[in-house]
């Protein structure tokens, strides 16, 4: 059986393309502080994505209009490296598609931030894209959360997401460029995963009440093994540095 | 009576650290019955049902009575801007640097020109409106010599110590002045390039750790290093 664009997506016995079981999230990696001149940063891999992710502020407005009274300005840009797409080279002005990543993945991670610890302010995170290979918005968020802890801006909670697909009629989680290009549908979904709150949830596609609940609960269990990720990534930064310290006091 | 952490963990902004029977420092939120980390941090248990959180990266907020090292900005009608390493600049009244009202421009100019460093204290800051300084204290005003060292201004209070403890001693061991602004930025003053090289070396080194646990032993000891290398 194909699906609804006639491409088979899953082997006979009900594996994915790349041998995962419809349950099963691609390989993911985290790192936090790679970059120096950032005041935080982040790097991840989640399969065959590649995405870095750099935090700048609390600082000064710029244009200092735009500066907001009573709370931090948070502002975000999701941008594609030319060579970060399989097909053509991607041109490098913004297109659409990033103009309204910037935008959801802004929306994304602002509930998680006390933006009113530092009216006048603002917070830029710069997300490059430099291998893309499906769920690279979600990812992104994932990892612009581990940048701005790293960057030190009170958090209420990290955000980590993950895209849920339906392929061949049956949901998968974390989905590949390929199935996502082919596949019936894309829901995207991020989470505070210690609050349990969701903090984007788009789709296309047609999902049935029933997907949608069982999606929101594959998300979930997804995001609760992402936090894992982040969380080591935060702490292994510093923790070396501190366990060397700490044991030489001793 | 529930405590989650433990002495030098790193926690992450959302983590539970402890319920509201233990009294916790630093940034966190209360949140139902627990205290929660707001950024990332260390943790140290300092007395039993005592939690401090050291935030391991922070931005400078101005708070009243700071002694600061600010670069002068740009010049206005009646008031210098004063860059303090901080998202808010700071303004600089002509009225706490000159004795008459009313200046004009070019005098204040006279006093601070763009691009040199001051010392100077918070007046007064909130969140609406943007830092005031003065430089009416004896040694505050112009930092006319000596070596600046930048920091990172979640580490320089070890720069300081407990009383101004470290201060004090690196001044005297090292025959240098110190000027240790609360922003991060630390002005070394000595006799010789030298002894403001090695000043500066040791304050480097001192805020080169995410955490240090005893400053005042880590400056001993960094002295030492520093001796030995700059006697070779």
Partial sequence: MTGATGVKLLTEDGRRLDGRALSEMRRCRIEAGVLKNADGSAYIELGRNKIIVAVYGPKEVHPRHEALPDRMLLRCRYSMLPFSVADERKSPAPTRRE?????????????????EEFPRTSVDVYIEVIEADGSTRVASITAAAVALADAGIPMRDLVAGVSIGKIEGKLAVDLSGIEDQYGEGDMPIAMMPRLGEVTLMQADGRFTREEVAQALQMAREAIQRLYEEQKRALKERYSKVLAAELGEEQ | ?????????????GEPIADVSYEVHGPCVASGKEYRAKVLSVVVIEKAKQVRLIPLKRAYIPSEGDLVVGK????????????????????????????????????????????????????????????LLTVKEPKLGKVARGLLVEVAPARVSRVIGKKGQVADYLSETLGVELIVGRNGRVVVIGKSPDDEALAAYVVTRLCEKPYVEDPFEEAKKLVEVARRRWSA
């Avoid at chain 1, 309204?100 to 994304?108: F, G, M, Q, Y």
């Avoid at chain 2, 600049?89 to 204040?108: I, K, M, N, V, W």
Wanted: aromatic share 8%; proline share 8%.
């Fill in chain 2, 72 to 131: 002068i900005i740009d010049i206005g009608p009646t008031f210098w801007l004063v860059d303090i390493n901080s998202p808010y600049t700071a303004l600089l009244l002509a009225s706490e640097a000159l004795p008459r009202l009313a200046p004009q421009q070019r005098e204040l100019s006279e006093v601070f020109r763009v691009g040199d460093l001051i010392a100077a204290k918070v007046l007064s800051f909130d969140f609406a409106h943007d830092p």
């Fill in chain 1, 99 to 115: 103009v309204e990543i910037s935008k959801v993945i802004r929306e994304a991670l602002e509930p998680a931030i006390f933006l």
């Fill in chain 2, 1 to 13: 009576m529930r405590l989650n952490v433990s002495s030098g963990q790193v926690v992450v902004p």
